[in-house]
Each structure stands twice: as structure tokens, then as C-alpha cells.
């Protein structure tokens, strides 16, 4: 499923497209088509009303299918392309959605983009619910210069999914925003008639509010800070498959430092690099309590994977204070933040290891890329193979980079999303690791 932040904007997208002057107005219209009366007679008619809402349901189903489909077929034509390919396709996507947030907000003009494209829903043929879910399938096929736009801005965030089941949800959750107004109205008639009216004279407002929650996201997606963003989401440390033990469900406590941008020195104090050296601590107590307010006690399940030479390595061959990073070739944040996890580990004497998960070229491709990617480090670290993703859903919550700092005695101590973006941080993360852990635990 898509990361809670990602769920939002796409839900609130949804619900916007309802109130759109290309739908809202219209909404009188179809109540009547499923309805078989006008509104106002419906509101008079209990059971003219159950018949209404078995209709809209299927109407909202009908769109939905086709909409999940799309979301499917649009992450499916990307999943195996190359992480060049797949990185140029973001900032594209980035890009497009602007230029659409824009059209919306009535900022630039497109003349092909204003034009509609409907469905004559009157001729649509069927006994039953068939005819209010073909109806919706229609529905769902038109062009407007309202939905269109925010619909194909949707397709292409869930065209840089990094799983197809991701891109599925995407699309059902923009369905459950625009099909839940639907539905509440059919249920609610007589209580939201007198609200829904008013409303109109909102929708073109609502409109370019919508046009420019569009142009934010693609500047975000172009900058890679909506991937980050997108990380603030609880992450899914779902049971291992089968024969692993079952991860602990625990739920780190959100923090800002999951965010591209460097969190306050309150919270992320900076620690100097002579702390391997000197033996102890170089932090006060206050950033120490600091800290210990996102401590974990998440138990790790054995992981065992091939490296780049082939061996089989344990998470549990190296001893003490551990880092592992979660990382892709195609991820462009995943590299940036390399030579900052590589120069303070090793600067601190503490193992990192990399976990390769959600790639898509191929093994032997993939180790050439990882090899090239260490030979520009100082010091190489070993990265393992998750081929199947298994560890990939397990570890992260849809989205990469994901960092573990794990204790002494494998227990997942600090659950950090996102990328690094300066040393500081991890700095003083690992020196509470290394010298103020026993203090709190």
C-alpha cells in the first residue's frame, strides 16, 4: 500500500475532483439517472432512496475498477525498466504534474486540455446494478479539464511506484475519495442537499486549490523530497514470510528527522568524529534524552542473503553496534547518502551493511552497478542480494532509503527513514549507540 502521506494527497485529490466544477454541478444529474427521479422527489421516497444507493454503489464500483486497472497497468509498464530510465521518468512525471497543476489552476492555458470527452451515459444499456456499473466504467473513460488532469497526474505517481500493488493503491484510494462523496450523498440525501447546493459556488475555488496541491507535488517529486516525505509513514515492519520468526510490531515515534532537511540540534545533535577514539560519550545530557525519546526495541528475524561475491552472510556475523541500510541502484538518494554512512561508521568503528532490495535490471547488472557505486567510497562495505524484495516490504514502507541501528543484541534501536543529508545526525545517533544506551534501556 502507498505511504500514508502519499495516501493523503492522493485522497484529498480525489475529493476535490467530486467537488470540481465539472462534477459537483453535474451531481443533480446523475442522482437523478440513479435514482430514476429527481433529488428532490427522492428525498420524499425511502424506497426510492435504497434503490439510489445500491445504484451509486455500483456507479462508484464501475469507475473504481477502471481506475485500479489503469493504476495496475501504469505501474506495471515501469516496475522493470532501468533505474536510469526510471530516475529520468521521475523528474518527467515531476514536471508533467506541474504543468497539469497549473492548467487546473487556470494559470496556463492548453486548449487540447479544456476540450471534454463524455460518455453519453443516457444509452448505456443493462438490467439491474449492470447498468449503474457500466455507467461508472463511462464515467471513468471521460475527459474533463477538471478530473483529467488530476487523474493523469495520479497515473504517473503511481507510474513511479516501486511496486505494482503500490500503484494499485494509489488509484483505489484517489477511487475511495471521489466515490465516498457519491456515497455519502446517496445515504444522506435529505441532511447534505442544502450543504451540496452551496457548495457551488466554491468548486471553481476548490479547483485551483487542487491545481496547486499539483504543482507542490511536482516539485517535490522532481526534487525527490516528496520520496522523503512520503517515508514519514509508519514503516511496515510486517511479520517475515515463513520460516523467519515474526518481526515485533513496534511503531517508531514519528520524528523530523525522517524529512530530507537536517532535524534541529535538539534533536540531532551533532557528534564530533573523535568519539571512537576518545572511549566516550561527547554528548550532553539533554541530547541524550533527546534521542532516547525514538528509541525501539524491534527484534530483527535472522537475515540471511547472498553478497556480491556470492557467500551467504548473516546480519548476525557482525558483532556489536550495527548499521544497516536499505538501499536500490536506481534510487538516486539511496546514492547520494553513501559516503556519509561509509566515512562516519567507519570513523566510529561500527559495521555497515547494505541491504539491496526492489531492483529491476537483472542480478549481474545489478552487482556491476553496486560494484561501481563502491569503488567510488574510500572503504567498500558488504551489501546483500534481497532478489524476491522479501526484506524490502518487511523493512521499509514503500519507499528507500531506510537506515536500522541495531544494539549489541540485534535489537532495532533507531528506525530512520529517508536520506541523510549531513553527517551530524548519524553522528550522534550511533555515539548514543556506542556510549549512552545503557543509560536508558
Same mark, same amino acid.
Given at each position: 500500500?502507498?505511504?500514508?502521506?502519499?495516501?493523503?494527497?492522493?485522497?484529498?485529490?480525489?475529493?476535490?475532483?467530486?467537488?470540481?466544477?465539472?462534477?459537483?454541478?453535474?451531481?443533480?444529474?446523475?442522482? /437523478?439517472?440513479?435514482?430514476?427521479?429527481?433529488?428532490?422527489?427522492?428525498?420524499?421516497?425511502?424506497?426510492?432512496?435504497?434503490?439510489?444507493?445500491?445504484?451509486?454503489?455500483?456507479?462508484?464500483?464501475?469507475?473504481?475498477?477502471?481506475?485500479?486497472?489503469?493504476?495496475?497497468?501504469?505501474?506495471?509498464?515501469?516496475?522493470?525498466?532501468?533505474?536510469?530510465?526510471?530516475? /529520468?521518468?521521475?523528474?518527467?512525471?515531476?514536471?508533467?504534474?506541474?504543468?497539469?497543476?497549473?492548467?487546473?489552476?487556470?494559470?496556463?492555458?492548453?486548449?487540447?486540455?479544456?476540450?471534454?470527452?463524455?460518455?453519453?451515459?443516457?444509452?448505456?444499456?443493462?438490467?439491474?446494478?449492470?447498468?449503474?456499473?457500466?455507467?461508472? #466504467?463511462?464515467?471513468?473513460?471521460?475527459?474533463?479539464?477538471?478530473?483529467?488532469?488530476?487523474?493523469?497526474?495520479?497515473?504517473?505517481?503511481?507510474?513511479?511506484?516501486?511496486?505494482? !500493488?503500490?500503484?494499485?493503491?494509489?488509484?483505489?484510494?484517489?477511487?475511495?475519495?471521489?466515490?465516498?462523496?457519491?456515497?455519502?450523498?446517496?445515504?444522506?440525501?435529505?441532511?447534505?442537499?442544502?450543504?451540496?447546493?452551496?457548495?457551488?459556488?466554491?468548486?471553481?475555488?476548490?479547483?485551483?486549490?487542487?491545481?496547486?496541491?499539483?504543482?507542490?507535488?511536482?516539485?517535490?517529486?522532481?526534487?525527490?523530497?516528496?520520496?522523503?516525505?512520503? #517515508?514519514?509513514?509508519?514503516?511496515?515492519?510486517?511479520?517475515?514470510?515463513?520460516?523467519?520468526?515474526?518481526?515485533?510490531?513496534?511503531?517508531?515515534?514519528?520524528?523530523?528527522?525522517?524529512?530530507?532537511?537536517?532535524?534541529? /540540534?535538539?534533536?540531532?545533535?551533532?557528534?564530533?568524529?573523535?568519539?571512537? #577514539?576518545?572511549?566516550?560519550?561527547?554528548?550532553?545530557?539533554?541530547?541524550?534524552? /533527546?534521542?532516547?525519546?525514538?528509541?525501539?526495541?524491534?527484534?530483527?528475524?535472522?537475515?540471511?542473503?547472498?553478497?556480491?561475491?556470492?557467500?551467504?552472510?548473516?546480519?548476525?556475523?557482525?558483532?556489536?553496534?550495527?548499521?544497516?541500510?536499505?538501499?536500490?541502484?536506481?534510487?538516486?538518494?539511496?546514492?547520494?547518502?553513501?559516503?556519509?554512512?561509509?566515512?562516519?561508521?567507519?570513523?566510529?568503528?561500527?559495521?555497515?551493511?547494505?541491504?539491496?532490495?526492489?531492483?529491476?535490471?537483472?542480478?549481474?547488472?545489478?552487482?556491476?552497478?553496486?560494484?561501481?557505486?563502491?569503488?567510488?567510497?574510500?572503504?567498500?562495505?558488504?551489501?546483500?542480494?534481497?532478489?524476491?524484495?522479501? !526484506?524490502?516490504?518487511?523493512?521499509?514502507?514503500?519507499?528507500?532509503?531506510?537506515?536500522?541501528?541495531?544494539?549489541?543484541?540485534?535489537?532495532?534501536?533507531?528506525?530512520?527513514?529517508?536520506?541523510?543529508?549531513?553527517?551530524?545526525?548519524?553522528?550522534?545517533?550511533?555515539?548514543?549507540?556506542?556510549?549512552?544506551?545503557?543509560?536508558?534501556?
Amino acid at each position: 500500500m502507498p505511504a500514508p502521506v502519499s495516501a493523503l494527497l492522493v485522497f484529498l485529490q480525489g475529493v476535490a475532483s467530486f467537488l470540481s466544477p465539472c462534477v459537483l454541478p453535474l451531481v443533480p444529474a446523475y442522482l /437523478a439517472m440513479l435514482g430514476g427521479q429527481k433529488p428532490e422527489a427522492l428525498i420524499e421516497n425511502p424506497r426510492a432512496r435504497v434503490r439510489l444507493v445500491l445504484n451509486a454503489a455500483a456507479f462508484v464500483l464501475g469507475f473504481s475498477v477502471v481506475f485500479v486497472i489503469l493504476g495496475q497497468a501504469a505501474a506495471a509498464l515501469t516496475i522493470n525498466t532501468s533505474g536510469s530510465f526510471r530516475n /529520468a521518468l521521475t523528474v518527467f512525471s515531476g514536471f508533467i504534474i506541474i504543468l497539469f497543476g497549473l492548467v487546473t489552476m487556470e494559470i496556463l492555458r492548453v486548449p487540447l486540455l479544456e476540450r471534454e470527452r463524455r460518455f453519453d451515459l443516457s444509452k448505456i444499456k443493462g438490467a439491474g446494478l449492470i447498468r449503474p456499473f457500466l455507467t461508472g #466504467a463511462a464515467f471513468s473513460f471521460g475527459w474533463t479539464p477538471c478530473i483529467g488532469p488530476v487523474l493523469a497526474s495520479v497515473l504517473l505517481l503511481a507510474s513511479g511506484s516501486s511496486t505494482v !500493488w503500490m500503484g494499485v493503491g494509489l488509484l483505489a484510494v484517489y477511487s475511495l475519495g471521489l466515490g465516498l462523496p457519491f456515497m455519502l450523498i446517496s445515504l444522506f440525501l435529505g441532511a447534505l442537499w442544502k450543504p451540496l447546493q452551496a457548495l457551488k459556488k466554491y468548486a471553481r475555488l476548490i479547483r485551483r486549490i487542487s491545481g496547486g496541491i499539483l504543482v507542490i507535488m511536482g516539485v517535490m517529486i522532481m526534487t525527490g523530497t516528496f520520496t522523503a516525505l512520503a #517515508a514519514l509513514g509508519a514503516p511496515n515492519l510486517a511479520p517475515a514470510p515463513d520460516p523467519s520468526p515474526q518481526i515485533a510490531m513496534v511503531t517508531p515515534a514519528p520524528v523530523a528527522s525522517a524529512t530530507p532537511t537536517p532535524a534541529p /540540534a535538539a534533536s540531532t545533535p551533532a557528534a564530533p568524529a573523535s568519539n571512537a #577514539a576518545s572511549g566516550q560519550s561527547q554528548l550532553t545530557k539533554e541530547q541524550a534524552d /533527546a534521542l532516547a525519546e525514538r528509541l525501539n526495541a524491534i527484534e530483527l528475524p535472522p537475515i540471511e542473503l547472498e553478497d556480491l561475491d556470492g557467500a551467504l552472510v548473516s546480519i548476525s556475523d557482525f558483532q556489536g553496534v550495527r548499521v544497516i541500510n536499505v538501499l536500490s541502484t536506481w534510487c538516486p538518494y539511496c546514492v547520494n547518502e553513501l559516503p556519509i554512512l561509509q566515512k562516519v561508521t567507519s570513523e566510529m568503528g561500527v559495521p555497515l551493511i547494505g541491504l539491496d532490495t526492489f531492483e529491476t535490471d537483472g542480478k549481474e547488472n545489478v552487482i556491476d552497478g553496486l560494484n561501481a557505486l563502491l569503488g567510488q567510497l574510500s572503504e567498500p562495505f558488504p551489501i546483500l542480494l534481497d532478489e524476491t524484495d522479501e !526484506w524490502g516490504y518487511a523493512l521499509t514502507p514503500g519507499s528507500i532509503p531506510v537506515t536500522l541501528i541495531l544494539d549489541a543484541d540485534g535489537l532495532v534501536r533507531f528506525y530512520r527513514p529517508g536520506a541523510f543529508q549531513s553527517e551530524s545526525e548519524l553522528r550522534a545517533l550511533l555515539d548514543f549507540m556506542l556510549y549512552r544506551l545503557d543509560e536508558y534501556v
